[in-house]
């Protein structure tokens, strides 16, 4: 099934049937793309290691991809983009920090 192995950015739900969980995290990671992922589950502790196992940039647990500036960042990993995206993220990537130290002939103040 070719779209499954794709990043379609369209209303696509490929569905595969697996046996086992190292089967779906196998199926998931052997894409190129690891843009989101979801797990559905009643085990949070199961959830937790199948997300810590997914090469995707972040993984929902228990919903559908949701995501946004004012949520948190946008994540792409493999060919899905490069870095995280935001706010924050866009600003640090974007600017540059600098110190400047300017040394007086006299000290105009004291610190500490």
């Known amino acids: 099934m070719r779209i ?3 990043e379609p ?3 696509v739900l490929p569905v595969i049937r697996i046996n086992s969980v190292e089967e779906g995290i196998h199926h998931c990671n052997a894409s190129n793309f690891g843009l989101q992922g979801c797990v559905f589950t009643r085990d949070i502790n199961k959830a937790i290691m ?6 995707s940039g972040t993984v ?3 919903s559908a991809p949701a995501r946004g500036p004012d949520h948190f960042p946008f994540q792409g990993l493999k060919d899905s983009g ?3 995206q935001g706010i924050t993220n866009s600003i640090n990537m974007m600017t540059k920090v600098k110190s400047t130290v300017i040394n007086l002939p006299s000290p105009s103040y ?3």
């Not at 199948?50 to 090469?55: G, L, P, V, Y």
């Open 50 to 55: 199948i997300s810590d196992a997914m090469e």
């Open 4 to 6: 499954a192995w794709e």
């Open 9 to 11: 950015f369209g209303p």
């Open 82 to 84: 490069i870095g995280s």
């Open 110 to 112: 004291t610190m500490g």
């Open 60 to 62: 929902q647990i228990n």
